[in-house]
Nanobody
Framework: QVQLVESGGGLVQAGGSLRLSCAAS????????MAWYRQAPGKQRELVAG???????NYADSVKGRFTISRDNTKNTVYLQMDSLKPEDTAVYYC?????????????WGQGTQVTVSS
């Protein structure tokens, strides 16, 4: 079993920055892909950014050039640096990890952290 614990959310003014962190712990054989998703009120959960174990990244068009995803494999931790924040970035942000048990893959989710951007 793997637990994902997120931190770093909060309230910030438009144009400001926040850094989210997500640490995986528990019975981990290997964490492969990690990602950040977000869900705004009344909307579906959407992918914000993803990163492979090797460091390849992908971003939603809406955050390209403003957000940066990174990870530290030695700490099983993924980060999301969010700059030039906009009110439309307001959402609950969820960490996702794809863990390999040695024989199969399991998807895990964090509990979510609120990000609120005021105009």
């Amino acid at each position: 079993q793997v637990q994902l614990v997120e931190s770093g959310g909060g309230l910030v003014q438009a144009g400001g920055s926040l850094r989210l962190s997500c640490a995986a712990s528990g019975s981990i054989f290997r964490i492969d892909g990690m990602a950040w998703y977000r869900q705004a009120p009344g909307k579906q959960r959407e992918l914000v950014a993803g990163i492979t174990r090797g460091g390849s990244t992908n971003y939603a068009d809406s955050v390209k050039g403003r957000f940066t995803i990174s990870r530290d494999n030695t700490k099983n931790t993924v980060y999301l640096q969010m700059d030039s924040l906009k009110p439309e970035d307001t959402a609950v942000y969820y960490c996702h990890a794809k863990a390999y048990s040695g024989s199969y893959y399991v998807n895990y989710w964090g509990q979510g952290t609120q990000v609120t951007v005021s105009s």
